[in-house]
C-alpha cells in the first residue's frame, strides 16, 4: 500500500518565508531579495503517494513548477518527467492533483524526489516502504491467460506462492512461470511471514469476444454513424469498443503482374509504356482479388487497343494468389469460365470504357454492366447466396484489352467509441470523411491479455457518405462565355466553391471562384469567359473546407456536358457580275450573345491534287498504298477521299484501270476515315451494293474520269463515269439527313493491276472578302469578290471575318458553318443543310 508524509524541511522552509513575509511588512526587506539571495530556488508545498506501480502528487501551495522543467526520481534511477503525469498542464499549481502509473513495478524502500532541473533543488522528497514484490506479466492483477503459451510471473526472494487451485494452473517456480492447465479461476497467492498478496488469474479462450454491426447511417457529407452490440464478453473483465472504416479508392497498380501486393493478378503483362497503363489479359484472365460485398457497386475502366472479340466474365469463391493464378479452380460451379458480357460490335475502342459489377443488399445477385448498360445477371440460378465471399474477373480472347483502373479499399482506419465491462449496444461516429464516397465499416471489439490480442469484428457494410454540392444546369450559354449554376448542400464551418471546366478528354480549360469562406447551404453561380464557340465542354461544381488540415474535406458536383453557342451564318445566294467576279448573299441569324463580330465571305478554288504519296498531306487513303507510273492511290479494297463534298458542286477524279480490275463500286461516308479495312459507308448505302461500273464498261489503258455532283439542295448525289450517269444516292438514303458526305470507291483487284486514282480535286486555302464590320445584331449582308479567274470553279460561303469584340479567333463547328432551321417547337435543327456554293464562268 501507498504511505503519505510531508518532509520537514518543507516545513522549514515555509516559517521562513513566513519570518521573510513580516520582514516584508515593515519595510526592511522584500521577497524578491530574500530569493535573490537564496538563488532563485522554488518554494512548493506538496505531499506524495507511492504503491508498487502508482505514484500520486498534490500541490497545497507556493511556487508554480513548470511541467517541461520539474522531474520525478524513483529510488535514485527511474526519472519521470512531470509533464507525463496525468492530470497536469504546463505548469503544476496550488490544488492540482496529479498521477503516473506509467513505470516498472517497485518494492522496498523506494525513494522519491522532486526536481527542478534548471536549479537543482530538491523541492520534495520522501522514502516509502513498500511491500514484497508479487507480479504476473508486470501486472498487479486481474491477469487473464490462455492455456499456452506459459507467461512469467516475479516475486520478491523472501516469499512463498501458492495457487488456490492447482487444477487451473500450473506453477514452475525454478523458470518462474505460470501455464494454464484448463479454463477457470483461480488466485495466486504469495506470503513473506509478514504480508500476504493476491492476484487473480482468469485462463480463458482465445475467442472470447463477439460483435455484431447493427445499422449505419450518413449523418452528412463528412460523416457516418454506426450502431452495433457487444454480445459476448466471455471471461474477460472488459473490452474495448471501436468502430473500423476504410475508403474505396483506385488501387495503385504495382505493375507486377503475378504479385498480389495490389490485389490484382493478371495472365499478361502490365503496359507500363503505353497510355494508360493497365493490365493485359494475353488471351486469358485479370483477376480482382478485392471481395465483392453485399450492397455494394464495384466500377473497373477497361481500355482496347483494338477490336476484341469478346469480353467473358466469371466469379470466384477465393482470391487468385501468386501461387495458384495459373489456374481456374475458384470458378464458382453453375457460372464457369465464360459468360458473355459484350461482343465485338459494342466494344468501344481507343478510349477507356467502364464496366461495373452490382452485388445487390440480399446476396442474391450480381450484376454486370458495360457503359452503364445492362448486360448480365448472375442469380440464384447460380446459386450466388451460397457463397460467403464472391471475386470477380474478366477474360478476353487475344491481347488487345486491358484493366487500366481498378477500385480497391483503403488503409484501415480506427475511432475508439467506449470501454466496457458487460454486453452492450454502442453506438459512434466518424467525422471528416469524404463527401459521397463509399466507405466499408464494421463493429470492432479489442482487449489486449499477455501480449496478445483478443478482437472481434462485426459484418462489413458498405454507406455512401451524401453530397456535399451539386452541379445544376448551365444558364446564359453564349459562344464565348456560360453562365455556371451549383448548390451547397450543407455548410463545413467555412467553404470555398468553385466551377471546373473541362474538355469532353479531362483536359481542364477553366478553374473559377465562385465564392470563398462561405458557412451555410446555399446556390451559387459565376461567369466563365474566354470558352470556343460552338464546342463541348463538361463542368461540375466543387466545394472545399477553407480551415482544417489535409485531407480536406473536398466534394464534386455530377459532370454537366454543354454546348456553346455559335454565331449562325446562313449562305443564300451567288451571282456571276462579271467574267472575274460575283456577289454571295448571307444572312447573320444568330449572334450568339457575342457583343458585336464582324461579317465576311470567304472562297476556295478547286484543282486537282499533286500527290505526294503522304495520305494526310493529300486527303487520300488506299487500302493499296501509293504506286507510281502513273502515281495514284491504289484500292486493293477501298481508296477514300477525305475531303468533303458540297452541295453545289462537282468533283472529277481520274482513274486507270488494270487488268485485274473487276468492278467498281463506290460509297458515301459521314466523316473521315484512315480504316481501309471497311468502305465505313453510311448505313443505307452498304459496302458492295452499289455498283457504278460493271467490268464490260470499264475503260482499259487509259485514264477515265468518275465525276461525283452534289445537289444545291443537299438531298442528292449523282456519279458520272466518263460523262453517263450510273449511280444517284437522294432521300431514300436520306442523304439530307448527314452533316458531312464523302466519297469512296472500290475494286478487289490487286495492285499494280487493280484500280487506281491518279488524280483528285480538292480546294485550295481560303480567302477572305470583307462584308461588315461591327455587326450588333443579326442582319442581312453581302459581299463582292473581283479579280477571280475565268472558267474556274469556286466554293464560296458567308462566315464570320475571323474575330470577336475580344480579338479571339472564332472556331465553328465544322470546316464551314451550318444553317440552324428553327423547329416545331422553337428548338434548333442541328442537321447539317450547308450551302456550299459554286460559280463556272462560260
Same mark, same amino acid.
Given at each position: @500500500?501507498?504511505? #503519505?508524509?510531508q518532509?520537514?524541511?518543507?516545513?522549514v522552509v515555509l516559517?521562513?518565508?513566513?519570518?521573510?513575509?513580516?520582514v516584508t511588512?515593515?519595510?526592511?526587506v522584500?521577497?524578491?531579495e530574500?530569493?535573490?539571495d537564496l538563488?532563485?530556488?522554488?518554494v512548493?508545498?506538496?505531499e506524495?503517494?507511492?504503491?508498487? &506501480?502508482?505514484v500520486?502528487?498534490?500541490?497545497f501551495?507556493?511556487?508554480e513548477l513548470n511541467a517541461?522543467?520539474t522531474?520525478?526520481?524513483?529510488d535514485?534511477? #527511474?526519472?519521470i518527467p512531470?509533464?507525463?503525469?496525468?492530470?497536469?498542464?504546463d505548469?503544476?499549481?496550488?490544488?492540482m492533483q496529479?498521477s503516473?502509473?506509467?513505470f516498472?513495478p517497485?518494492a522496498g524502500?523506494?525513494s522519491l524526489?522532486?526536481?527542478?532541473?534548471p536549479?537543482?533543488?530538491?523541492v520534495?522528497?520522501?522514502?516509502?516502504?513498500?511491500e514484497?514484490?508479487l507480479?504476473?506479466?508486470g501486472e498487479?492483477?486481474?491477469?487473464? @491467460?490462455?492455456e499456452?503459451?506459459s507467461?512469467n510471473?516475479?516475486l520478491?526472494?523472501?516469499?512463498e506462492?501458492?495457487?488456490s487451485?492447482?487444477?487451473?494452473? &500450473?506453477?514452475?517456480?525454478d523458470?518462474?512461470?505460470i501455464?494454464?492447465t484448463?479454463?477457470?479461476?483461480?488466485t495466486?497467492?504469495?506470503d513473506?511471514g509478514?504480508e500476504?498478496?493476491?492476484i487473480d488469474?482468469?485462463?480463458?479462450?482465445?475467442?472470447?469476444?463477439g460483435?455484431t454491426?447493427?445499422?449505419?447511417?450518413?449523418?452528412?457529407s463528412?460523416r457516418?454513424?454506426?450502431?452495433s452490440?457487444?454480445?459476448?464478453l466471455g471471461?474477460?473483465?472488459e473490452t474495448?469498443?471501436?468502430i473500423?472504416?476504410?475508403?474505396?479508392?483506385?488501387?495503385?497498380?504495382?505493375g507486377?503482374p503475378d504479385?498480389?501486393?495490389?490485389?490484382?493478378?493478371?495472365?499478361g503483362?502490365?503496359?507500363?509504356?503505353?497510355?494508360?497503363?493497365?493490365y493485359?489479359h494475353?488471351g486469358?484472365w485479370?483477376h480482382?482479388?478485392t471481395?465483392?460485398?453485399?450492397?455494394?457497386n #464495384?466500377t473497373?475502366?477497361?481500355?482496347?487497343?483494338s477490336?476484341?472479340s469478346?469480353?467473358?466474365?466469371?466469379?470466384?469463391?477465393?482470391p487468385?494468389?501468386?501461387?495458384?493464378?495459373?489456374?481456374?479452380?475458384?470458378a464458382i460451379?453453375?457460372i464457369?469460365?465464360?459468360?458473355?458480357?459484350?461482343?465485338?460490335?459494342?466494344v468501344?475502342?481507343?478510349e477507356?470504357f467502364?464496366?461495373?459489377?452490382e452485388?445487390?443488399?440480399?446476396?442474391e445477385e450480381?450484376?454486370?454492366?458495360?457503359?452503364?448498360?445492362?448486360?448480365w445477371t448472375?442469380?440464384?440460378t447460380?446459386?450466388i447466396?451460397?457463397?460467403?465471399?464472391?471475386y470477380?474477373?474478366?477474360?478476353?480472347g487475344?491481347n488487345?484489352?486491358?484493366?487500366?483502373?481498378?477500385?480497391t479499399?483503403?488503409?484501415?482506419?480506427?475511432?475508439f467509441?467506449?470501454?466496457? &465491462?458487460?454486453a452492450?449496444?454502442?453506438?459512434?461516429?466518424?467525422?471528416?470523411?469524404?463527401?459521397d464516397?463509399?466507405?466499408f465499416?464494421e463493429?470492432?471489439?479489442e482487449?489486449?491479455?499477455?501480449g496478445?490480442?483478443?478482437n472481434?469484428?462485426g459484418e462489413?457494410?458498405?454507406?455512401?457518405?451524401?453530397?456535399l454540392?451539386e452541379?445544376r444546369?448551365?444558364?446564359?450559354v453564349?459562344?464565348?462565355?456560360?453562365?455556371?449554376?451549383?448548390?451547397?448542400l450543407?455548410s463545413?464551418g467555412?467553404?470555398d466553391?468553385?466551377f471546373?471546366?473541362?474538355?469532353?478528354?479531362?483536359?481542364?480549360?477553366?478553374n473559377t471562384?465562385?465564392?470563398t469562406g462561405l458557412d451555410s447551404?446555399?446556390?451559387?453561380?459565376?461567369t466563365?469567359?474566354?470558352?470556343?464557340?460552338n464546342?463541348s465542354y463538361v463542368?461540375?461544381?466543387?466545394?472545399?473546407?477553407s480551415?482544417?488540415a489535409a485531407p480536406?474535406?473536398?466534394g464534386t458536383?455530377?459532370e454537366?456536358?454543354f454546348t =456553346?453557342?455559335?454565331?449562325?451564318i446562313v449562305t443564300l445566294?451567288?451571282?456571276?457580275?462579271g467574267p472575274?467576279?460575283i %456577289?454571295?448573299?448571307? %444572312?447573320?441569324t444568330?449572334?450568339?450573345?457575342?457583343?458585336? @463580330?464582324?461579317l465576311?465571305?470567304?472562297?476556295?478554288?478547286?484543282?486537282s491534287?499533286g500527290?505526294t504519296?503522304?495520305?494526310?498531306?493529300d486527303e487520300l487513303?488506299?487500302a493499296g498504298?501509293?504506286q507510281t507510273?502513273?502515281?495514284g492511290?491504289?484500292?486493293?479494297?477501298?481508296?477514300h477521299?477525305?475531303?468533303?463534298?458540297?452541295?453545289g458542286t462537282?468533283?472529277t477524279?481520274?482513274y486507270?484501270?488494270g487488268?485485274?480490275?473487276?468492278?467498281?463500286?463506290?460509297?458515301l461516308?459521314?466523316?473521315?476515315t484512315?480504316?481501309?479495312? &471497311?468502305s465505313?459507308?453510311?448505313?443505307e448505302?452498304?459496302?458492295w451494293?452499289?455498283?457504278?461500273?460493271?467490268?464490260?464498261?470499264?475503260?482499259?489503258?487509259?485514264?477515265?474520269e468518275?465525276?461525283?455532283?452534289?445537289?444545291d439542295d443537299?438531298e442528292?448525289?449523282?456519279?458520272?463515269?466518263?460523262?453517263?450517269?450510273n449511280? =444517284?444516292?437522294d432521300?431514300s438514303?436520306?442523304i439530307?439527313?448527314?452533316?458531312?458526305l464523302?466519297f469512296t470507291?472500290?475494286?478487289?483487284?490487286?495492285?499494280?493491276?487493280g484500280l487506281?486514282?491518279v488524280?483528285?480535286?480538292t480546294?485550295?486555302e481560303?480567302?477572305?472578302?470583307?462584308?461588315?464590320?461591327?455587326t450588333?445584331?443579326?442582319?442581312?449582308?453581302?459581299?463582292?469578290?473581283?479579280?477571280?479567274?475565268?472558267?474556274?470553279?469556286?466554293?464560296v460561303?458567308?462566315?464570320?471575318?475571323?474575330?470577336?469584340?475580344t480579338?479571339?479567333?472564332?472556331?465553328?463547328a465544322?470546316r464551314?458553318?451550318?444553317?440552324?432551321r428553327s423547329d416545331?417547337s422553337?428548338?434548333c435543327d442541328?442537321?447539317d443543310f450547308?450551302?456550299?456554293?459554286?460559280?463556272?464562268?462560260?
Amino acid at each position: @500500500m501507498g504511505t #503519505r508524509s510531508q518532509s520537514d524541511v518543507i516545513g522549514v522552509v515555509l516559517l521562513t518565508v513566513i519570518v521573510s513575509l513580516t520582514v516584508t511588512a515593515t519595510g526592511a526587506v522584500t521577497l524578491t531579495e530574500w530569493q535573490n539571495d537564496l538563488g532563485g530556488d522554488p518554494v512548493t508545498d506538496i505531499e506524495s503517494e507511492l504503491a508498487v &506501480d502508482r505514484v500520486e502528487l498534490e500541490h497545497f501551495g507556493g511556487d508554480e513548477l513548470n511541467a517541461s522543467e520539474t522531474v520525478v526520481l524513483l529510488d535514485g534511477k #527511474r526519472t519521470i518527467p512531470l509533464e507525463e503525469f496525468d492530470g497536469v498542464g504546463d505548469q503544476f499549481v496550488g490544488g492540482m492533483q496529479i498521477s503516473n502509473d506509467e513505470f516498472e513495478p517497485l518494492a522496498g524502500d523506494v525513494s522519491l524526489r522532486v526536481v527542478h532541473e534548471p536549479s537543482q533543488s530538491v523541492v520534495h522528497s520522501e522514502t516509502f516502504g513498500l511491500e514484497f514484490l508479487l507480479l504476473v506479466e508486470g501486472e498487479t492483477g486481474p491477469v487473464f @491467460m490462455y492455456e499456452e503459451p506459459s507467461i512469467n510471473y516475479t516475486l520478491s526472494d523472501d516469499a512463498e506462492l501458492t495457487g488456490s487451485d492447482a487444477t487451473v494452473i &500450473d506453477l514452475d517456480e525454478d523458470d518462474s512461470t505460470i501455464t494454464g492447465t484448463r479454463t477457470g479461476e483461480t488466485t495466486l497467492t504469495a506470503d513473506d511471514g509478514e504480508e500476504t498478496q493476491t492476484i487473480d488469474l482468469s485462463v480463458i479462450e482465445p475467442d472470447e469476444l463477439g460483435v455484431t454491426t447493427v445499422e449505419t447511417n450518413a449523418l452528412g457529407s463528412d460523416r457516418i454513424e454506426l450502431t452495433s452490440e457487444l454480445t459476448e464478453l466471455g471471461a474477460l473483465d472488459e473490452t474495448e469498443l471501436f468502430i473500423r472504416y476504410r475508403q474505396q479508392r483506385p488501387v495503385e497498380f504495382n505493375g507486377k503482374p503475378d504479385d498480389n501486393g495490389d490485389e490484382v493478378i493478371a495472365h499478361g503483362e502490365f503496359t507500363e509504356d503505353e497510355d494508360p497503363d493497365g493490365y493485359t489479359h494475353d488471351g486469358r484472365w485479370v483477376h480482382d482479388n478485392t471481395r465483392l460485398l453485399p450492397g455494394t457497386n #464495384r466500377t473497373y475502366e477497361y481500355y482496347a487497343e483494338s477490336q476484341v472479340s469478346e469480353i467473358v466474365a466469371t466469379l470466384r469463391s477465393e482470391p487468385e494468389t501468386e501461387e495458384t493464378f495459373e489456374s481456374e479452380e475458384f470458378a464458382i460451379e453453375g457460372i464457369g469460365d465464360f459468360d458473355f458480357i459484350r461482343d465485338d460490335n459494342n466494344v468501344p475502342v481507343g478510349e477507356p470504357f467502364e464496366i461495373t459489377v452490382e452485388y445487390t443488399d440480399d446476396s442474391e445477385e450480381v450484376r454486370v454492366y458495360v457503359e452503364g448498360q445492362h448486360e448480365w445477371t448472375w442469380d440464384n440460378t447460380n446459386n450466388i447466396g451460397d457463397y460467403d465471399e464472391l471475386y470477380f474477373s474478366t477474360r478476353e480472347g487475344g491481347n488487345t484489352l486491358r484493366l487500366v483502373s481498378s477500385p480497391t479499399i483503403g488503409s484501415e482506419r480506427t475511432e475508439f467509441v467506449d470501454t466496457t &465491462d458487460s454486453a452492450t449496444s454502442f453506438t459512434g461516429s466518424v467525422s471528416g470523411l469524404q463527401p459521397d464516397t463509399a466507405y466499408f465499416v464494421e463493429a470492432y471489439a479489442e482487449r489486449e491479455i499477455n501480449g496478445q490480442t483478443i478482437n472481434t469484428t462485426g459484418e462489413t457494410v458498405a454507406i455512401q457518405t451524401e453530397k456535399l454540392v451539386e452541379t445544376r444546369e448551365p444558364t446564359a450559354v453564349g459562344a464565348e462565355s456560360v453562365r455556371f449554376e451549383g448548390e451547397l448542400l450543407e455548410s463545413l464551418g467555412e467553404t470555398d466553391l468553385s466551377f471546373v471546366v473541362e474538355t469532353p478528354d479531362g483536359t481542364e480549360v477553366a478553374n473559377t471562384t465562385a465564392a470563398t469562406g462561405l458557412d451555410s447551404s446555399r446556390t451559387f453561380s459565376t461567369t466563365v469567359h474566354g470558352l470556343e464557340p460552338n464546342s463541348s465542354y463538361v463542368y461540375y461544381a466543387r466545394a472545399v473546407e477553407s480551415g482544417g488540415a489535409a485531407p480536406k474535406i473536398t466534394g464534386t458536383g455530377q459532370e454537366v456536358p454543354f454546348t =456553346t453557342d455559335e454565331p449562325v451564318i446562313v449562305t443564300l445566294d451567288r451571282r456571276a457580275t462579271g467574267p472575274n467576279s460575283i %456577289e454571295v448573299d448571307g %444572312e447573320l441569324t444568330n449572334i450568339a450573345e457575342l457583343d458585336e @463580330m464582324d461579317l465576311s465571305v470567304r472562297y476556295r478554288t478547286q484543282r486537282s491534287v499533286g500527290f505526294t504519296s503522304d495520305p494526310e498531306e493529300d486527303e487520300l487513303i488506299g487500302a493499296g498504298g501509293f504506286q507510281t507510273d502513273p502515281a495514284g492511290y491504289a484500292h486493293d479494297t477501298w481508296v477514300h477521299d477525305n475531303t468533303p463534298l458540297y452541295p453545289g458542286t462537282n468533283r472529277t477524279y481520274e482513274y486507270l484501270a488494270g487488268s485485274d480490275t473487276a468492278v467498281i463500286v463506290g460509297a458515301l461516308r459521314d466523316e473521315p476515315t484512315d480504316d481501309t479495312s &471497311d468502305s465505313n459507308a453510311i448505313d443505307e448505302i452498304g459496302d458492295w451494293d452499289d455498283f457504278i461500273q460493271d467490268s464490260d464498261k470499264i475503260p482499259r489503258g487509259e485514264p477515265f474520269e468518275i465525276t461525283v455532283e452534289y445537289t444545291d439542295d443537299g438531298e442528292e448525289v449523282r456519279v458520272y463515269v466518263a460523262g453517263e450517269l450510273n449511280q =444517284t444516292w437522294d432521300s431514300s438514303e436520306n442523304i439530307g439527313d448527314y452533316d458531312e458526305l464523302y466519297f469512296t470507291t472500290g475494286d478487289s483487284g490487286e495492285p499494280p493491276e487493280g484500280l487506281r486514282v491518279v488524280s483528285a480535286p480538292t480546294f485550295s486555302e481560303p480567302q477572305f472578302e470583307f462584308a461588315e464590320t461591327t455587326t450588333t445584331a443579326p442582319t442581312p449582308f453581302t459581299a463582292e469578290i473581283s479579280g477571280l479567274e475565268a472558267g474556274t470553279v469556286y466554293a464560296v460561303e458567308a462566315t464570320p471575318s475571323g474575330r470577336s469584340t475580344t480579338k479571339r479567333s472564332l472556331r465553328p463547328a465544322r470546316r464551314w458553318l451550318s444553317i440552324q432551321r428553327s423547329d416545331s417547337s422553337g428548338g434548333c435543327d442541328r442537321r447539317d443543310f450547308s450551302r456550299f456554293t459554286a460559280y463556272s464562268h462560260q
